[in-house]
């Protein structure tokens, strides 16, 4: 059906994208596990039980005083656990875009290789 090319690139080319789409499930997947371990059992993840433990506390998050030359700010444990809870929530979004990547690079270049086989 197919006619048989001297080239001998669509078997790496097919291999290297079912690598990249095994990479992006893989990552996916473990991204998935940390999200259910997060929503169900928060106390089992380290870096949680800290916050958690943290924002248990009944220490002000935030204080501002006036003095003769201005403000002065000053932040507590509660204020950077939270400013950290907003990084991890960043890097699980660039994971996101990262499975993504790799998904879709990976299928691109099957289709490519396939594309290629049927010429």
Do not use: C
């Amino acid at each position: 059906m197919y006619e048989q090319t001297s080239d001998n690139w669509n078997m790496p080319l097919v291999l290297l994208g079912i690598v990249l789409i095994s990479i992006g499930v893989l990552i996916g997947l473990w991204v998935v596990s940390v999200t259910y371990n997060v929503l169900y059992h928060p106390e089992d993840v380290p870096i949680l039980a800290q916050l958690l433990s943290v924002a248990e506390s009944d220490e002000e998050l935030f204080r501002a005083t006036r003095t003769d030359d201005g403000f002065t700010f000053a932040g507590s444990e509660g204020l950077r656990g939270i400013l950290s809870l907003f990084v991890l929530l960043f890097l699980f979004a660039a994971l996101g875009a990262i499975v993504g990547g790799f998904i879709s690079g990976g299928a691109k270049i099957v289709a490519a290789a396939r594309r290629k086989d049927m010429k």
